[in-house]
Every structure is written in C-alpha cells, then in structure tokens.
C-alpha cells in the first residue's frame, strides 16, 4: 500500500523536520501573494493553501540542494528509451554499502534516495 503523504512530507519527516497539515505562517511575499515563514512555499492570495507546510524537497532545488550536498549525493542522468533518467547514490559509505535509486526527475531521484538512506539506517541527522 502506498504511502498516502507527499514525497516531500516523507523526506521532511525522514530528516526529523516538523510537517503538520496546513501550519502555514503566511506572510505577505509580494502584491498578490503570500509566501510560508516555516516552509518557503508561497501562493497567490486567491488560490488554495497548500495542504502540508513542507519544504517542497520534490520540485525546489534551493530547498534540495543543500540537503545533495551536505548528504553527498550524487546525480547522473542516464538515457532510457529517448528519455533521461537520473540516477541519485550518496558516496562515503564505510562499508561499501551501495545505494542507487533512479526517476524521471532528478530532485524526486533525491528525494527517494534520502527515503532510501532512512529505511537503511543511514540517514545522518
């Protein structure tokens, strides 16, 4: 059964970072939008909230970055049938445990591999 939470909700809540529906602290970004304090998501002020104040870990990279660079993951793109696939693996691990996760996009391939780090124990806090 899948996982009924966004990806970006999981790889919050994998990283030990609060997720709660709809906490937003709005505060006004520019004419006719409003951005979150805690999450950085932002929204015009006649368009639905949001429904998880989550940093969007799948689709912003100033929100990924950080987190490919301080977990040192590395990103690859791979062709696939006329298309790229982009293979996400974290380097340093002792043991030579390997891990390797690929997808469409290269944040959601990140995503996945923090997801990845977690369930083996290997997520660094």
């Known amino acids: 059964m899948a996982d009924e939470k966004p990806l970006h909700v999981r790889v919050a809540e994998a990283l030990g970072l609060p997720t709660e529906p709809s906490q937003h602290a709005w505060d006004e970004a520019a004419e006719g939008y409003r951005a979150c304090t805690r999450c950085n998501q932002s929204a ?5 909230e949001p429904e998880w104040c989550a940093s969007r870990y799948d689709t912003d990279w100033s929100a990924t970055g950080p987190l490919i660079e301080r977990l040192r993951i590395a990103l690859t793109p791979i062709p696939y049938g006329g298309r790229i696939l982009w293979r996400a693996h974290p380097h340093d691990f002792g043991d030579k445990t390997y891990l390797d996760v690929q997808h469409y996009t290269p944040l959601e391939a990140v995503c996945l591999a923090i ?11």
């Not at 015009?44 to 639905?48: A, T």
């Not at 997801?115 to 806090?125: H, I, V």
Request: proline share 12%.
């Open 44 to 48: 015009g002020w006649n368009s639905p």
């Open 115 to 125: 997801l990845a780090l977690a369930d083996a124990g290997r997520l660094p806090k």
